[in-house]
Structures are given as C-alpha cells and as structure tokens.
C-alpha cells in the first residue's frame, strides 16, 4: 500500500473537485427500502450503484494510463475498491464486477470483505484489480478530503459525513441531510468539464434518487 500510495503521487498529476449536496431523500429511500423487508440495504452500497452508473456515463473515468505504451485504456468493468480501517492500517478490498451487482449483492459483498479485513483474511484476489475506488471517509467523522488515488487507477469519490444543516429547499430555508462529495482525477485522463459532469451527475443521484430509474 505504501508503494502504490508513493508512486500515485510521484506519477498521477492529480486534480480535486467537490460539491456539497442534499442526501435528504437518498436517506429516505433506503429507509423506505429496508421497511419493506428482506436483506437490509447499506448506504455504501447505494452510493455505489450510483458511482457504477456514473461511470457508464463517464466511461473514460473507469481506465487506466499506459506509460509505456503512452495511451488510455479504458477498462471493460467496474471492479470497485472501497477503503476498509483495520487494526493494521488502511487496506483497499475490490469488489468484483460491482456494475453488475444489485444493492443487495453490493451489501453482501461489502460486509464480507470489510468482516474479512478486520480479521486479516483478505486473499491477494480481494486486494488487486480495482478499476476506481469509493472512499467513505465520513464514517470518520469528517466533511472533506483529497486523497491520493489508488494508482494505476485515474480516479477516487470520496464521502463525508452526512448530518444536519440549513439548506435552501424548494426555495426555503430547511434543515436537511447534507453531505460533501469530492472527486480526485488522474489530470491526464481528463480535463475538468468531464471531471465535473461526472461529479454533478453523482450529487444529481443523491439528491434526487429517482434520476436511477432511468437506467433500470
């Protein structure tokens, strides 16, 4: 880990955007979700589906850069890495083929993998081969962040902390879920407009979860 964290800031001529948005109904649709019964539903695993379909509209942001071969190379999948604490320091398990998955099977694979890293059982299979990475810093109890990214991937979402906070809504002042997203990018994959787009897109999903259907 120390390595890849050396070399991604030694050769990745990274970027950070950020945007604070409403999760207010994100919160409540996963509310609404657990309360019709079955296997409960995580936010992680939401903020997920909403990262994979991001990236089917951002594809150029799922890649990796080629030094030798001096070109992009977009990546067919979406293998999602997801920062875990343990006791012996931050790890990156990657869920495998996660634009494939349901919110169900992402809940799932997310509580095996994080349960296996607090016991140091992850197989070298559940710590390579991720494509982009969702980090969730919030669970820390902070806003914002602007991580290194996880080379040779070209990107990284990060999650703050989702609380209470005056918020305009529907053109008055309300009290509602807020949450800071932020997007760290490889500079060489892309410029600030795709960087940007692909960041609005995510805030658009959280405010308003509805935006998913049109994908299903």
């Known amino acids: 880990m120390a390595d890849k964290l050396a070399r991604s800031r030694t050769e990745i001529p990274d970027a950070t955007c950020w945007v604070d948005a409403d999760a207010t109904e994100l919160m409540a649709a996963r509310t609404a979700m657990n ?4 296997p409960k539903i995580s936010l992680l ?12 509209r951002f594809p150029e942001l799922n890649s990796t850069v080629d030094t030798a071969a001096r070109e992009i190379v977009r990546l067919p999948s979406v293998h999602l ?9 931050l790890v990156v398990p990657v869920v495998k083929d ?23 059982a ?3 299979a559940d710590l390579t081969g991720g494509t982009f990475t969702l980090n969730n810093y919030g669970v820390f109890g902070v806003d914002g962040s602007t991580p290194i990214i996880n080379h040779p991937e070209a ?16 053109g008055e002042l309300a009290v509602r879920q807020v949450v800071q997203l932020s997007f760290t990018f490889d500079h060489r994959v892309c410029d600030g407009g795709t960087a940007g787009g692909f960041l609005r897109y995510v805030a658009d999903c959280v405010e308003q979860p509805a935006v998913l259907l049109r994908t299903l």
């Open 98 to 120: 996660a634009g494939t998955r349901t919110a169900e099977s992402l809940t799932a694979e997310f509580a095996r993998l994080t349960e296996a890293a607090r016991e140091s």
């Open 35 to 38: 309360a019709a019964g079955g």
């Open 122 to 124: 992850l197989t070298p």
């Open 45 to 56: 695993a939401l903020l997920a589906r909403i990262c994979v379909h991001a990236l089917a």
């Open 155 to 170: 990107a990284m979402l990060g999650v703050g902390r989702i609380i209470p906070k005056p918020w305009v809504h529907q």
């Open 81 to 89: 890495g997801f920062a875990a604490q343990t006791p012996r320091g």
